[in-house]
């Protein structure tokens, strides 16, 4: 079945270092694509999305381009905050049933000092 | 507008009692998913309600069951808990258009159930 991997972690960085996160999906159709983030003690945010290949998500200084031909959606942010701290979700939107169902990865919890 | 509510926010039950969770979806949203995030790991689809019907099933055993009322809002029952069902248990809403796997689900900020 669909399936999304994300990079272990924990990633710890410095504030305003260079942020990537990796994240590979199996799928056998077109999924949409998306980065949730989870702060301590709350439930999902949608940071982006994406929804073709080539499509490229953006929000909050955070990126990531839907890539067919590698199966992957790699979040990137170019300087990072200790706000960001957070856990970030890979998902992919699975289109059996039409119901949009979500298939999350495991998670990559970012720490980020000051 | 109110987001996504869920109650309640922490429950403590023993093994083998039964639980209802309970959510609001979204003002205009019909649709409403629940969702299972155990410790360290990343949510896992339970089942998903529209019409007050159950759509679509996870993986996941008929101790877990589920219902939506005409409001649209929705509960989440499991019955004889076992201790593998302490979790987060989030609870998402959304509304069908042309393609449903366009659609932004909302999550609420969950239900932290421990089973002792």
């Known amino acids: 079945g669909d399936s999304v991997t994300q990079m272990e972690g924990p990633v710890t960085l410095s504030e305003e270092a260079f942020l990537t996160i990796n994240c590979t999906y199996t799928?056998?159709?077109?999924?949409?694509l998306f980065w949730y983030v989870q702060y301590p003690g709350e439930g999902l945010q949608l940071l982006l999305k994406a929804t073709k290949a080539d499509d490229k998500g953006s929000n909050k200084g955070f990126e990531a381009t839907y890539r067919k031909e590698t199966t992957s959606f790699h979040l990137e942010k170019g300087s990072v905050q200790v706000s960001d701290s957070a856990v970030y979700f890979c998902a992919l939107s699975d289109r059996s049933g039409n119901t949009g169902k979500l298939i999350f990865g495991q998670g990559t919890t970012l720490q980020v000092k000051p | 507008d109110a987001g996504v509510t869920q109650s309640p926010t922490h429950l403590i039950k023993t093994r083998g009692q039964q639980v209802t969770l309970r959510c609001s979806p979204k003002?205009?949203?019909?649709?409403v998913s629940w969702y299972q995030q155990a410790l360290g790991q990343g949510p896992q689809f339970i089942f998903q309600y529209y019409e007050e019907e159950e759509r679509q099933r996870g993986n996941f055993p008929d101790r877990f069951s589920g219902h939506q009322y005409p409001n649209y809002s929705s509960e989440l029952n499991v019955n004889a808990l076992l201790l593998g069902d302490s979790a987060l248990y989030l609870c998402?809403?959304?509304?069908?258009?042309?393609?449903?796997?366009?659609?932004?689900?909302?999550f609420g900020p969950g239900t932290r159930l421990t089973v002792l």
């Open positions: 799928a056998t159709g077109y999924p949409s």
């Open positions: 003002s205009g949203h019909d649709t």
């Open positions: 998402a809403s959304s509304f069908p258009s042309g393609e449903s796997s366009y659609n932004e689900q909302f």
